[in-house]
């Protein structure tokens, strides 16, 4: 079974630093480019970050470029998102995605992390 | 970057109904590059929709994506209670992908 489960998600004060992991079964990890995706509490969508399967390229959304990092074990069908500096905006469900179609539209979703910045 | 924009906002209508959503791109989607999902409460998206018109593996034919440019439409020709949900239109031609706000289809 084709599946993408996050973990790492909690509470966590403003400044604060935060690691997701997200463990991959079901398909050829390594193939594929990876991708955070977050939604804040009652909105919608937002991309985050992506990595290609073999790390050479990495993106970001504007937002959290300079504070967050992600990274990922192909050996360990794992990809992970370092966050740091940690604000009250950054507080999300953040999913796990990936596409199987070679493009961004998302066919594989996690079912998320939640992130709660707040003193 | 893109930003779409979804309408209405809500669109209130009773099973067996036609659902017509709609997204509006701020300037020409790249090769079409359009996706829809769907997004019930407490769950994950699901794709529906990918280039504008061609249908996930696994979605019902009564699942439609049309549109070209800047104008994209998802028809549900006959709403299932199932459907219920919330409707995300994404474009995924020009960097950074993005998303619009949301169609919510609630029962009337």
């Known amino acids: 079974e084709v599946q993408l489960v996050e973990s790492g998600g909690g509470l966590v004060k403003p400044g604060g630093s935060l690691r997701l992991s997200c463990t991959a079964s079901g398909f050829t990890f390594s193939r594929y480019t990876m991708n955070w995706v977050r939604q804040a509490p009652g909105k919608g969508l937002e991309w985050v970050s992506s990595?290609?399967?073999?790390?050479?390229?990495?993106y970001y959304a504007d937002s959290v470029k300079g504070r967050f990092t992600i990274s990922r074990d192909n050996a360990k069908n794992s990809l992970y998102l370092q966050m740091n500096s940690l604000r009250a905006e950054d507080t999300a469900l953040y999913y796990c995605?990936?596409?199987?179609?070679?493009?961004?539209?998302?066919?594989?979703w996690g079912q998320g992390t939640m992130v709660t910045v707040s003193s | 970057e893109i930003v779409l924009t979804q309408s209405p906002g809500t669109l209130s209508l009773s099973p067996g109904e036609r659902a017509t959503l709609s997204c509006g791109a701020s300037?020409?989607?790249?090769?079409?590059?359009l996706a829809w999902c769907q997004q019930r409460p407490g769950q994950a998206p699901r794709l529906l929709i990918y280039?504008?018109?061609s249908r996930a593996t696994g979605i019902p034919d009564r699942f439609s994506g049309s549109g070209s440019g800047t104008d994209f439409t998802l028809t549900i020709s006959r709403l299932e209670p199932e459907d219920f949900a919330v409707y995300y239109c994404q474009q995924y031609g020009s960097s950074p992908t993005t998303f619009g706000q949301g169609t919510k289809v609630e029962i009337k």
């Open positions: 990595s290609s399967g073999s790390s050479d390229y990495k």
């Open positions: 995605a990936t596409s199987r179609l070679g493009i961004y539209a998302f066919d594989i």
């Open positions: 280039g504008a018109s």
């Open positions: 300037q020409s989607v790249s090769g079409n590059y």
